[in-house]
């Protein structure tokens, strides 16, 4: 089993900026590409950024030039960092990763979500 912890969320004035965490724990040999997708109310859920673990990023164009994934293959871990925020990224943030390679296969997890709200 395999367990993705988000972390970094919050409330934020527009134009400001946040970090969100997402560490994936649990038994497992690789995982292939880590994103992050959100959710607003009333609305489906979207693709954010994903990188590979190669390093191949792609963004959504809405994103494009304030937001920034990284991750740290040492600690499984993925990071988004989201300057000039503006309400319209309120939404919750939910960690994905994909092609996660373990001894029964290869599958998909989510993590729980975090909430990032920016006020305007």
């Known amino acids: 089993q395999v367990q993705l912890a988000e972390s970094g969320g919050g409330l934020v004035q527009a134009g400001g900026s946040l970090r969100v965490s997402c560490a994936a724990s649990?038994?497992?040999?690789?995982?292939?590409?880590l994103g992050w997708h959100r959710q607003a109310p009333g609305k489906q859920r979207e693709l954010v950024a994903v990188?590979?673990?190669?390093?191949?990023?792609n963004y959504a164009d809405s994103v494009k030039g304030r937001f920034t994934i990284s991750r740290d293959n040492a600690k499984n871990t993925v990071y988004l960092q989201m300057n000039s925020l503006k309400p319209e990224d309120t939404a919750v943030y939910f960690c994905?990763?994909?092609?996660?390679?373990?001894?029964?296969?290869?599958?998909?997890?989510w993590g729980q979500g975090t909430q990032v709200t920016v006020a305007s």
């Open positions: 990188i590979s673990s190669g390093g191949s990023i």
């Open positions: 994905n990763a994909r092609g996660v390679v373990t001894m029964n296969g290869m599958y998909d997890y």
């Open positions: 649990g038994s497992f040999f690789k995982i292939n590409d």
